[in-house]
């Protein structure tokens, strides 16, 4: 019924427009989406004017990287407010960060071995910052760089390539990693609700369970226990957890596009998604 966990293009790892996400949705028979893009708005009012032509609840959102006992806790904001300014500038600052560190990265990946440069990458992401992904297709575009890339492109590692990359090159300890450069999950959460928007927890099984208290004592709202990244008995455990927290209970795929992750595709959930939609925006009205 509801899929509220969904990247654009507007995401540096995201493939669909806004256009084509809500086709895809439309296909599907999926009644409410949200799109979710990484510190990023861009594809909000896009989404808020076409929402319409589609007959498709929308409801504008973001996916902020945050840092929690140095793990990278993805914080969903729900009900933004996308044309405010100061969130518009907060934002800003936030990916100005990470833009700066996709710099730093092209360096590190230029001694190693790949002809990349700092002015090429800059000129790359004005707008948004380069993740790990993006670096895999933006190296494939120079014929040098290929040899380097064999085992992605045609080699053992190409099933999930830009992942394999990504955690070849860019993982802990690895020669162009470099510490997260993210907001504390505390200081997101507080900013957040400030921002009159409801925080939830993305996919909570990819932070240990000590971060994921500390992030419910931090003041976030909900708990995105459906999820694709879930088997069965973790949904059990996020959703009862969240019960017994008094938490909001969400429903997200996380679908990027085939490209990056193929092993997502966008999510028809049950009924009781429904219900939990009316709750999140029951609570979004009770923060106002
Ligand atoms: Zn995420
Ligand atoms: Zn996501």
Redesign the pocket.
């Known amino acids: 019924m509801i899929d509220l966990?969904i990247?654009t293009s507007a995401?540096s790892d995201g493939q669909h427009s806004v256009d084509e996400i809500f086709s895809i949705a439309k296909s599907l028979g999926i009644k409410a989406i949200a799109i979710?893009d990484?510190n990023s708005a861009a594809s909000i009012p896009k989404g808020v004017k076409i929402k319409e032509k589609y007959n498709i609840e929308f409801i504008p959102a973001i996916?902020l990287n945050t840092e929690i006992n140095g793990e990278d806790l993805?914080l969903l904001g729900y009900f933004i407010p996308y044309k405010n300014e100061e969130f518009i500038d907060w934002l800003k600052g936030l990916n100005g960060v990470k833009i700066k560190q996709s710099l730093k990265r092209a360096n590190l990946l230029k001694k190693i071995g790949f002809n990349i440069s700092e002015q090429e990458v800059s000129e790359r992401c004005k707008e948004k910052p380069m993740s790990g992904p993006a670096f895999f297709y933006f190296l494939q575009e120079k014929q040098e760089n290929l040899k380097l890339l064999e085992p992605y492109i045609t080699g053992n590692k190409k099933g999930k390539a830009a992942i394999n990359f990504y955690l070849d090159f860019f993982d802990s300890g690895k020669p162009a990693y470099l510490p997260p450069p993210f907001i504390k999950t505390n200081e997101a959460v507080c900013k957040l609700l400030q921002f009159k928007s409801v925080p939830v927890v993305?996919?909570p099984v990819t932070v240990s369970d000590n971060s994921l208290f500390k992030a419910i004592k931090s003041g976030i709202l909900g708990l995105e226990a459906f999820s694709t990244y879930h088997k069965d008995d973790e949904i059990l455990k996020y959703k009862k957890l969240a019960e017994e927290k008094n938490l909001l209970i969400t429903y997200?795929s996380?679908f990027?596009g085939d490209k990056v992750k193929p092993h997502i595709k966008m999510k028809l959930y049950n009924s009781s998604s429904l219900d939990a939609l009316k709750k999140l925006k029951e609570k979004a009205e009770e923060i106002k």
């Open positions: 966990h990247h995401s979710t990484h996916e993805h993305a996919h997200g996380d990027h």
